[in-house]
């Protein structure tokens, strides 16, 4: 099997797993208890969250344990939305975001928020001047990914940061998709608050950071307990805390070189794709990108054709377009870059991982353009 979706999920580390085992054995207790049991569990999840600190270069007490990437955005757009009320309604995002952001900013629009969907240009890049403009004296809160889990391209969070703080603007990023596979550490990339999650880095599902700046206004979305410095309440996934500053640890150590090793391979599989392949496209290539991922539109095809065939070679892939039953609709961020719908709709997301190898490539290749090849035949005759 080759297994080309690591933007949906990633492998468990093994030294992941090692770390967690006892706490899903024998040091089960609760890190609320007063007694050693409760030690111990609360000594792990403080290790971890120092530890994790250390990877993204950031403080411990700004470390917020979330149970998923969708939580830890939730936290961020609502808790600020939230805590900043008195001062604002306006909510700045892009067009581009993942449904985390993208549905949590519709659910705010109807509690009587006002949210601005930034366009991006033809390689998927949100203008600053753009940004600029539409600050207004109410806005209180600018979320933009980091970089994006369809094409992979990358925002220049760094200068955006510099533009809210000038402006005094709250700044979260989504680096669900960027944390680990770059080697700018979230701690330093500017913004106030970040998300990322365990299982896109080789950790645990279920399990996710929010990095807060100390002072950032925020106010709790799940109340309850004082856990989390009265941010997030809810007795804590000791043995995913664990693993996922395990994974952490080895993510960051190794995202430059796995990066170029990635980022050849990537470049490999396009340059075949693009010289044996006829009508192809590859989205947001012009642009910087993640170093895993490649987003390709075939022309006169479905991608989820295209999926469905490979996963019969035993190649594992996602559409680009999240086109599916329940969501028949293509791609926003492939249309909001200015493809047309059977461009969006003809596209496949190719993600690699710490497991491809070349022949991997290759081998997709060739099976790539038999499936190619095979479905444009019968779409002719079928459109005869
Ligand atoms: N944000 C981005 C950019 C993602 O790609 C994902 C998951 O695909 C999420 C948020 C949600 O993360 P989780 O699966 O941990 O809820």
Not at 90 to 109: P, Q, R
Not at 185 to 195: I, K
Not at 352 to 362: A, P, S
Request: hydrophobic letters at 40%; proline letters at 4%; glycine letters at 8%.
């Amino acid at each position: 099997m080759i297994y080309l979706d690591h933007n949906a999920t990633t492998p468990l580390h093994p030294r992941a797993l090692a770390a967690m085992l006892p706490y899903l054995r024998e040091r089960w207790g609760n890190p609320s208890s007063p007694h050693r049991f409760g030690n111990e569990a609360k000594a792990a999840v403080e290790n971890a969250r120092e530890s994790i600190a250390g990877s993204i270069h950031c403080k411990p007490n700004e470390i917020v344990f979330c149970s998923s990437g969708t939580e830890a955005d939730n936290l961020a757009l609502r808790g600020v939305a939230r805590a900043l009320r008195s001062r604002g309604n306006h909510i700045v995002t892009t067009a581009i975001e993942h449904h985390a952001v993208l549905n949590t900013s519709k659910t705010l629009e109807s509690e009587g928020y006002r949210v601005t969907y930034l366009p991006v240009n033809r390689d998927g890049i949100v203008q600053l001047d753009a940004l600029e403009a539409s600050l207004e004296s109410d806005t209180i809160l600018v979320t933009i990914m980091h970089a994006n889990n369809e094409t992979g391209v990358v925002q220049p969070i760094e200068e955006i940061a510099a533009l809210t703080s000038r402006q005094g603007v709250v700044l979260h990023t989504d680096a669900v998709q960027s944390a680990g596979k770059l080697p700018q550490r979230p701690g330093e990339l500017g913004a106030d608050l970040v998300s990322f999650s365990g299982h896109k880095l080789y950790g645990p599902k279920g399990i996710a950071v929010l990095y807060v700046r100390e002072d950032t206004p925020i106010s709790p979305v799940i109340t309850g307990g004082e856990h989390e410095h009265g941010l997030r309440a809810g007795t804590e996934n000791v043995a995913a805390i664990v693993g996922l500053a395990e994974a952490a640890t080895i993510a960051f150590e190794m995202s430059e070189t796995e990066g170029q090793r990635l980022r050849a391979l990537r470049d490999r599989l396009e340059r075949q794709v693009v010289s044996s392949i006829e009508r192809v496209k590859i989205n947001g290539a012009r642009a910087e990108r993640v170093p895993n991922t490649s987003n390709v539109s075939f022309y006169g095809i479905d991608g989820e054709s295209i999926v469905l065939a490979l996963d019969v070679c035993g190649i594992c892939v996602s559409t680009g377009s999240a086109c599916s039953t329940e969501n028949p609709e293509p791609s926003h961020v492939l249309i909001a870059m200015g493809l047309d719908a059977q461009e969006a709709q003809g596209s496949i997301r190719m993600s690699l991982g710490r497991e491809t190898r070349e022949q991997d490539i290759d081998f997709t290749v060739s099976a790539l353009v038999d499936t190619v090849e095979r479905l444009r035949r019968i779409s002719s005759v079928r459109n005869e």
